[in-house]
């Protein structure tokens, strides 16, 4: 598939659906992506804790917070949840910083996830605490970010971001997610000239 | 091309074809790609300076460091260097924090320049005075970090980490430049057993 194609295909999916399971080979295959990518310095201090088992999923669920700007709905219901989730950790023994590498690592994981007919969701809203206990994490991880992934079960549109509108993504009433993204002469700061402007998709 | 092809064959490249010239428009391609790419929360505050004339590339040149690990390497001589630059702008109108956005919007454009025959190389070690009074970039951008982009010169190999050996680069007689990578043992921490170790690639 072409990378645009991948890319483009590649939204934040947060509805599944949950009876679809994703094997741990699959979720292996995604980990083996993100340790092919770059890492600053190539410390590659992340490190993956996989979970694609019923009752770590339902152990995982319940410290995350989904959705921030969909005040009326509180995350998928049962039935409609992620089928497998892989969370990222800093090996803070090793760098005690992980901004690039993570989004870097998250970019590979999700590409790939779409590349085998499934999709995902980057949540870096989760009750760390409780998660870390839970699945007895150790202390010198720190939990960086959590892709929840599944088959997507809900419709997802990029619409162009309207002057002084705001670019809070929305749910219509058919329950399509409407997201709208900046355009190309917003983001390129160069002086451009019309035969650039002409250039731009 | 296979996603995994794609992303074994984007390597941290620093010596270039510099005479192979890289158009505007395949940069403003690569910015799309970026663009189409996640933002947390959608907020979406990465900007882009663009660079692919002459004139602008020797502006930008002498504000980068280059492979800290490589001692005896000042950078790459005349001739090798890279035919274009994409600088990448943190919007601190729109946010003050970029991370994720930025590996994320990284791993695209690098994995778009691949895909195009050509390749990159992150620098993070960048004189951010000097080039921004240099490129009149706006005070209220911050410089985040340059891809440097060209048709690549030399060879790059993935070798697996030993135990107990430096992750750190290097560069041997012939001029290959070997990347030690952790294996998937040493990433994924959950406690394996012995038929998942199987299925590690």
């Given at each position: 598939?072409?990378?645009?194609?991948l890319i483009?295909?590649n939204r934040s999916y947060?509805?599944?659906?949950?009876?679809?399971?994703?094997?741990?080979?699959?979720?292996?295959?995604l980990?083996?992506l993100a340790?092919?990518?770059?890492?600053?310095?190539?410390?590659?201090?992340?490190?993956?804790?996989?979970?694609?088992?019923?009752?770590?999923?339902?152990?995982?669920?319940?410290?995350?917070?989904?959705?921030?700007?969909?005040?009326?709905?509180?995350?998928?219901?049962?039935?409609?949840?992620?089928?497998?989730?892989i969370?990222?950790?800093?090996?803070?023994?090793?760098?005690?910083?992980?901004?690039?590498?993570?989004?870097?690592a998250s970019q590979s994981i999700l590409l790939g996830a779409v590349e085998?007919?499934l999709a995902g969701c980057i949540?870096?809203?989760?009750?760390?605490?409780?998660?870390?206990?839970?699945?007895?994490?150790?202390?010198?991880?720190?939990?960086?970010?959590?892709i929840?992934l599944?088959?997507?079960?809900?419709?997802?549109?990029?619409?162009?971001?309207?002057?002084?509108?705001?670019?809070?993504?929305?749910?219509?009433?058919?329950?399509?997610?409407?997201?709208?993204?900046?355009?190309?002469?917003?983001?390129?700061?160069?002086?451009?000239?019309?035969?650039?402007?002409?250039?731009?998709?």
């Amino acid at each position: 598939m072409l990378l645009k194609t991948l890319i483009k295909k590649n939204r934040s999916y947060r509805r599944f659906h949950e009876k679809h399971k994703i094997s741990n080979k699959i979720l292996i295959s995604l980990v083996d992506l993100a340790r092919l990518s770059g890492s600053s310095a190539n410390l590659q201090p992340l490190k993956y804790y996989l979970s694609y088992a019923a009752e770590t999923n339902d152990e995982i669920f319940p410290c995350l917070k989904w959705a921030g700007y969909l005040k009326d709905w509180s995350g998928p219901a049962e039935g409609e949840r992620p089928s497998a989730y892989i969370i990222m950790l800093g090996d803070t023994n090793i760098s005690k910083s992980f901004g690039y590498d993570a989004g870097i690592a998250s970019q590979s994981i999700l590409l790939g996830a779409v590349e085998k007919e499934l999709a995902g969701c980057i949540i870096g809203s989760i009750d760390r605490g409780k998660l870390k206990s839970t699945l007895k994490i150790a202390d010198h991880f720190e939990i960086l970010l959590i892709i929840a992934l599944g088959k997507p079960k809900e419709k997802v549109l990029i619409k162009p971001l309207e002057k002084n509108k705001s670019i809070k993504y929305w749910r219509d009433q058919k329950g399509v997610h409407h997201v709208p993204k900046r355009s190309m002469e917003e983001i390129i700061v160069n002086p451009l000239n019309s035969s650039q402007l002409k250039l731009l998709p």
